[in-house]
Structure formats: structure tokens, C-alpha cells
């Protein structure tokens, strides 16, 4: 199986604030990563796909960026209800793995 | 638009079999490079991959939990099925089912996702 390790379990930030979260795969998966938000109580929601595809509907101070087994989410001028969990998550080979996650609350 | 729906009990027994439906609207499970697949999330915890089912019937599993998993399609009533045997209070989570299709270069994305169900182990 490949591991997806997001090295932050948390951290903390304000409105405004440039976040960026990292994701390392445990081999190459090409760009074939995908960024997923879920706040308390719902289901994941899409962000960005294929390592840096913005899915539609999703605003533009999202970007994901990287290749191989590096990989960057990044939240430009983070707003109230960025307030969530990211994970990252592989579908470049079976089982398609996720991250343990990165959870962004308010500084 | 894309809706997925799960349902299913919300409580069983250790050693109780679980069967979930995931009922979908807004794409054909016969569409060439669409897929369903099953998540689950304990409570507190990160996301996990159990398996899903391919347009063309293939199924395929986490290891970790294939000898406990099945999941079929049926195409006319726009529903997947997920059966787990022998649950364990470790089972306890939120499963969700997910739509995906295949994308050039990026795999199978999952857009979107069902509300989940919470499922609780014990006796």
C-alpha cells in the first residue's frame, strides 16, 4: 500500500493568513493527489484533484501544487469557513489511501 | 447533479453481518470509468478506503479488510451494496459512499459523497 503522510496533525491560523499543508506519499503517484475538506458532522468535499485542479465551485484562494511524493495545499487568505480538516489522498494505485488529515483552527 | 444517499442500520451486534445501500441519482453506473466506492471514518479519526465496484462489475477491496467485504451494484435500482462480516466495536464509524470517475493522469477523484451513516457496534 502506498502511506500518505500529512507531517501536521493541526495547526493554528488567522483570517487572512496564507496556510499551507503538506502531504508525502510513501513512493512516486505521479499527480495523481487529491485534496478533500470536511467539517464537523459532514462528508469530505472536493477541492482539488490531480494535484492541482481546482474542482468546480471550489474558490480560488485554493491551489494544490506538486509531483511525485510531495505535495502542497495552499489556502490563500484564509476566511472564516476554512475552519476544517484537509486530507490528502492517492488514487494512483489501489487501495487508494488518505492521509491521517490536518485539522486548521482559529489562532 | 450528483446525489448518493447511504442507508442501513445504525446499530449491530459483534459478530452481526452489515449491509449498507448506497443509492445514487445523476449518473449510470454503466458509464464507462465510473466507479462508487465505500469510505468509512471512525469517530475522531481520519479517513479510511474500504473498496469499490467499477461500471464494468469489478470490485476491488483494502486488503486489510477484503476477506470481510463485498460489494455489488444494481443497475437498475441505481444502488451499491456493502456487506461487512463479522463486525467488531472497532467497525464503529461512518461510512460514506463516494462517486467517482476516472480522470487522465489523476485516477478517480471522489466528487462526490453520500451524508454517511453512523454505524455502532455493540451489543
Known amino acids: 500500500d502506498i502511506q500518505m503522510t500529512q507531517s501536521l496533525s493541526s495547526l493554528s491560523a488567522s483570517v487572512g493568513d496564507r496556510v499551507t499543508i503538506t502531504c508525502r506519499a510513501s513512493?512516486?503517484?505521479?499527480?495523481?493527489l487529491n485534496w478533500y475538506q470536511q467539517k464537523p458532522g459532514k462528508a469530505p468535499e472536493l477541492l482539488i484533484f490531480?494535484?492541482?485542479s481546482l474542482q468546480g465551485g471550489v474558490p480560488s484562494r485554493f491551489s494544490g501544487s506538486g509531483s511525485e511524493t510531495d505535495f502542497t495545499l495552499t489556502v490563500s487568505g484564509l476566511q472564516p469557513e476554512d475552519f476544517a480538516t484537509y486530507y490528502c489522498?492517492?488514487?494512483?494505485?489501489?487501495?487508494?489511501?488518505f492521509g491521517q488529515g490536518t485539522k486548521v483552527d482559529i489562532k | 447533479q450528483i446525489t448518493l444517499k447511504e442507508s442501513g442500520p445504525t446499530l449491530v451486534k459483534p459478530t452481526q453481518t452489515l449491509t449498507l445501500t448506497c443509492t445514487f441519482s445523476?449518473?449510470?453506473?454503466?458509464?464507462?470509468?465510473?466507479?462508487v466506492a465505500w469510505i468509512r471514518q471512525p469517530p475522531g479519526k481520519a479517513l479510511e478506503w474500504l473498496g469499490l465496484?467499477?461500471?464494468?462489475?469489478?470490485?476491488r477491496y483494502s486488503p486489510s479488510l477484503e476477506s470481510r467485504l463485498t460489494i455489488t451494484k444494481d443497475t437498475y435500482n441505481n444502488q451499491v451494496v456493502l456487506t461487512m462480516t463479522n463486525m467488531d466495536p472497532e467497525d464503529t464509524a461512518t461510512y460514506y459512499c463516494?462517486?467517482?470517475?476516472?480522470?487522465?493522469?489523476?485516477?478517480?477523484?471522489?466528487?462526490?459523497w453520500g451524508q454517511g451513516v453512523l454505524v455502532t457496534v455493540s451489543s
Open positions: 463516494a462517486h467517482a470517475a476516472g480522470i487522465a493522469a489523476a485516477g478517480y477523484p471522489f466528487d462526490s
Open positions: 445523476g449518473f449510470s453506473l454503466t458509464t464507462n470509468g465510473v466507479c
Open positions: 465496484i467499477y461500471w464494468d462489475d469489478d470490485s
Open positions: 513512493q512516486s503517484i505521479r499527480r495523481s
Open positions: 490531480g494535484a492541482s
Open positions: 489522498q492517492q488514487s494512483y494505485s489501489l487501495p487508494y489511501t
